[in-house]
């Protein structure tokens, strides 16, 4: 990892997975803040051999990163991980060249001096660097101002989903992709100059009224998901502004819509191709969450889910279903194969 972090911009892996912006900022709530994950964003795909869907924030804070015992069985327990796009170094040095501004070109060629002015500004107060996003194009600017307290976190520790495609690669297992580091970039890669001038403006504004009102962006959008409330999850999702009505629709069919069903038809695949494996597919929580979530998606294709949480009996009851679910398959593949073997001892015809 310190090779991968000395040729890669510290923000990279989060830009991996835009949609982390979904989760900020959090409505006010008097409940106490969390300090470990409450109820995970982890469903069972109830198949022979059961899959499992994992909704991931793509961050390194230790609350996040610190798996409970039910999460941490599941990983251990599957023998395949699937990320939303591929988690190695060469992905990432791809990506820190595709958001890259053309060569000869600044920031504040493409959204204007005052904006620039006020991006200094912020980062200032940040106490960061402006040199760090010099060479970024508008709208990944734009999808990290959420999150820009754990930027420094990033530099130093993975984020959730390379630290389970880390784990799952040492651990010999096959790790794979649900999309390609070229499908997720397109959502953003041709928007107009003027149309990534309105995201960051408005990924300022907001940001800047939250610092007003003293919230902690970054720190809401994990507070929602040690809390696993996907009600709240999918209330941010409708509220949350990308910019006008026309590239909000556009911004949110592509991020959201688009997405789902691409990673969902892939899911399934994947179940189709290996059905007496046990897979994990970890994707950002915001993705399990809202309109044509990708839940939904695969309870359409014929799929029926459950929920996990954190009690040990929901995490033996699971094991158990798992087990029984394994045998019974085992049982229907030699039932199976004895009536090939009927077949082709009774002539066509012939019921004796």
């Given at each position: 990892?310190?090779?991968?972090?000395?040729?890669?911009?510290?923000?990279?892996?989060?830009?991996?997975?835009?949609?982390?912006?979904?989760?900020?900022?959090?409505?006010?709530?008097?409940?106490?803040?969390?300090?470990?994950i409450e109820k995970p964003f982890l469903w069972r795909i109830e198949t022979p051999v059961p899959s499992y869907v994992f909704g991931t924030i793509h961050l390194p804070d230790e609350r996040v990163t610190t798996l409970p015992n039910t999460v941490d069985a599941v990983v251990d327990a599957t023998g395949a991980l699937f990320t939303e796009i591929p988690m190695d170094t060469a992905s990432m040095m791809k990506a820190a060249?595709?958001?890259?501004?053309?060569?000869?070109?600044?920031?504040?060629?493409?959204?204007?001096?005052?904006?620039?002015?006020?991006?200094?500004?912020?980062?200032?107060?940040?106490?960061?660097?402006?040199?760090?996003?010099?060479?970024?194009?508008?709208?990944?600017?734009?999808?990290?101002?959420?999150?820009?307290?754990?930027?420094?976190?990033?530099?130093?520790?993975?984020?959730?989903?390379?630290?389970?495609?880390?784990?799952?690669?040492?651990?010999?297992?096959?790790?794979?992709?649900?999309?390609?580091?070229?499908?997720?970039?397109?959502?953003?890669?041709?928007?107009?100059?003027?149309?990534?001038?309105?995201?960051?403006?408005?990924?300022?504004?907001?940001?800047?009224?939250?610092?007003?009102?003293?919230?902690?962006?970054?720190?809401?959008?994990?507070?929602?998901?040690?809390?696993?409330?996907?009600?709240?999850?999918?209330?941010?999702?409708?509220?949350?502004?990308?910019?006008?009505?026309?590239?909000?629709?556009?911004?949110?069919?592509?991020?959201?819509?688009?997405?789902?069903?691409?990673?969902?038809?892939?899911?399934?695949?994947?179940?189709?191709?290996?059905?007496?494996?046990?897979?994990?597919?970890?994707?950002?929580?915001?993705?399990?969450?809202?309109?044509?979530?990708?839940?939904?998606?695969?309870?359409?294709?014929?799929?029926?889910?459950?929920?996990?949480?954190?009690?040990?009996?929901?995490?033996?009851?699971?094991?158990?279903?798992?087990?029984?679910?394994?045998?019974?398959?085992?049982?229907?593949?030699?039932?199976?194969?004895?009536?090939?073997?009927?077949?082709?001892?009774?002539?066509?015809?012939?019921?004796?």
């Amino acid at each position: 990892m310190r090779r991968l972090r000395t040729i890669v911009p510290p923000w990279v892996p989060a830009l991996l997975a835009p949609i982390v912006v979904a989760f900020a900022p959090l409505s006010a709530t008097a409940q106490a803040p969390a300090t470990a994950i409450e109820k995970p964003f982890l469903w069972r795909i109830e198949t022979p051999v059961p899959s499992y869907v994992f909704g991931t924030i793509h961050l390194p804070d230790e609350r996040v990163t610190t798996l409970p015992n039910t999460v941490d069985a599941v990983v251990d327990a599957t023998g395949a991980l699937f990320t939303e796009i591929p988690m190695d170094t060469a992905s990432m040095m791809k990506a820190a060249e595709r958001v890259k501004l053309p060569q000869g070109t600044q920031l504040s060629d493409v959204v204007g001096e005052p904006l620039c002015a006020r991006l200094r500004d912020h980062l200032e107060k940040k106490g960061l660097p402006v040199a760090m996003f010099d060479r970024a194009q508008p709208w990944v600017i734009g999808t990290q101002l959420a999150i820009l307290d754990q930027i420094k976190q990033l530099a130093t520790k993975p984020p959730l989903d390379l630290m389970l495609a880390t784990r799952a690669k040492k651990a010999k297992k096959e790790v794979g992709a649900l999309e390609t580091l070229d499908e997720q970039l397109d959502v953003f890669g041709d928007l107009t100059n003027k149309e990534q001038t309105t995201f960051l403006t408005k990924a300022l504004d907001r940001v800047e009224r939250d610092a007003a009102a003293g919230k902690n962006t970054g720190e809401t959008m994990i507070q929602l998901y040690l809390r696993g409330d996907e009600a709240a999850v999918a209330k941010e999702l409708n509220d949350y502004e990308l910019g006008d009505a026309a590239l909000q629709e556009k911004l949110m069919l592509r991020l959201l819509d688009e997405r789902n069903v691409r990673m969902a038809d892939r899911i399934v695949r994947r179940l189709q191709q290996a059905p007496y494996r046990s897979n994990l597919f970890a994707i950002g929580a915001a993705h399990c969450a809202g309109r044509s979530n990708l839940l939904q998606l695969l309870a359409e294709r014929g799929y029926r889910l459950t929920r996990l949480d954190l009690t040990d009996s929901d995490a033996a009851r699971a094991r158990e279903v798992a087990a029984i679910d394994a045998e019974i398959e085992r049982r229907n593949a030699e039932i199976a194969q004895l009536r090939a073997r009927r077949e082709r001892l009774v002539p066509a015809g012939n019921p004796k």
